[in-house]
């Protein structure tokens, strides 16, 4: 078959996330969505640095807020934001229950290849589903082409640290948060740490 | 600004139906427009991207449409996502219900993006929809030598010649188009541009 259909409802996912572009096949460009209730991340707090991707949001139903670079932007449904600054911090917040975010990346000048993000999200899933040892292994799989992308090392170090694997997983979350500031706050409720939390805390300090 | 938003419905359109989202926002690293029509309205015109290798995403935003891909019909009301990964796939869509809003997203795998002669043809239809016919003609010109088998933008630089009296250079533009693009014959059977020439191009498509 070359085409292929489906709705957005129907690609669902643990943690809010819909992999379009897993789902779909595609290998031109990133086609990603979120969706979720009243109050949620549905776009956690990131820069493209390391992809030097362009974004695209769309917001087709419900009401979000975004945040580009601390400017708040007020996103009902119809609303796209497109950012094309890599460097710009992002976040993106749900108002209401049941909004969606619809977002496309690529990198101008460069031939689309699969990001660290995708992959990382992909280690989420398999982390939430208990899977902390094939999340470990796609993540240091992943790292040989990505060895800085923070949110792959994030979530080795959290499957390291469910397996017991200790000093692994310290030295992942050094190396994640030396690349992302933002690694610190996470860090700090994520119960996968619990066990390490004063050498987490140190670490991080 | 490092970043920009809009209200899709407040982007503008170039033509009845399209709205060049890409250059709207500046977007350099992959193809992206909307369109928008009424029940019965043809939004996405019946096409292939041979030229193009684009694969091609399309994401019914608002409305309910009705996508023909490879002459297999699909149903698709609003959340729908239509992938057309082979390029040399031909596509439609019709909107079903008034303000249906199709966003589509375009790229080639393994390639940097380059923009679309499609993009470029639309450029060429809002001068001729504005009646700049000898801007129109000259843009395309200038088109065509980066694009010289880009169909849509021969079939508009035909249509501003014919309204230009360019008798001889519309046809011959307007037979290079259908050669590359059979449905330009029925295209260019309802274009009131081709009026006053209708015997010689009904013989030139014939």
């Known amino acids: ?205 | 600004m490092s970043w920009t938003v809009r209200q899709i419905r407040d982007v503008p359109k170039t033509g009845p139906h399209w709205r060049s989202l890409r250059l709207e926002l500046g977007v350099q690293a992959f193809g992206v427009n909307s369109t928008h029509g009424h029940a019965g309205d043809l939004i996405v015109l019946e096409h292939d991207e041979s030229l193009t290798g684009y694969e091609e995403l399309y994401v019914v935003l608002t409305g309910h449409a009705s996508f023909e891909v490879n002459g297999e019909e699909t149903d698709a009301p609003a959340g729908t996502l239509v992938f057309v990964h082979d390029a040399g796939a031909r596509r439609r869509a019709r909107a079903l219900r008034d303000d249906t809003e199709i966003l589509t997203i375009g790229a080639a795998p393994g390639e940097p993006f380059e923009r679309s002669g499609w993009e470029y043809a639309y450029e060429v239809s809002s001068y001729v929809n504005a009646g700049d016919y000898g801007a129109g003609l000259e843009r395309a010109r200038e088109i065509l030598l980066e694009y010289p088998y880009d169909w849509p933008v021969l079939y508009w630089a035909a249509c501003c010649a014919a309204r230009l009296g360019r008798r001889d250079e519309s046809l011959e533009l307007l037979q290079r188009a259908f050669e590359l693009e059979p449905t330009v014959a029925q295209t260019a059977a309802l274009q009131p541009a081709f009026d006053s020439i209708r015997g010689d191009v009904t013989a030139a498509l014939a």
């Open chain 1, 1 to 205: 078959m070359s085409w292929t259909v489906t709705s957005l409802d129907a690609v669902s996912s643990r943690t809010g996330w819909r992999p379009l572009r897993i789902e779909l096949g595609g290998e031109a460009f990133g086609v990603n969505s979120w969706h979720g209730g009243a109050g949620a991340t549905l776009v956690i707090e990131h820069d493209e640095v390391l992809t030097g991707h362009e974004e695209l949001y769309d917001v087709p139903s419900r009401h979000a807020r975004m945040e580009v670079n601390g400017e708040a932007v007020d996103a009902p449904a119809g609303t796209i934001v497109f950012v094309g600054d890599p460097g710009a911090r992002r976040l993106a917040v749900a108002l209401v229950d049941g909004t969606e975010i619809f977002t496309v990346g690529a990198e101008p000048g460069a031939a689309f290849t699969r990001s660290g993000w995708e992959i990382a999200y992909e280690l989420a899933e398999h982390y939430e589903a208990g899977s902390y040892e094939r999340a470990l292994e796609l993540s240091e799989r992943a790292l040989v082409d990505h060895p800085t992308d923070w949110a792959v090392l994030y979530w080795a170090a959290c499957s390291s640290a469910q397996l017991h694997r200790f000093d692994e997983a310290l030295d992942y979350l050094r190396r994640a948060a030396e690349l992302e500031p933002t690694i610190a706050p996470r860090a700090e409720t994520q119960p996968a740490f619990d066990p390490i939390r004063a050498q987490v805390e140190a670490l991080l300090a």
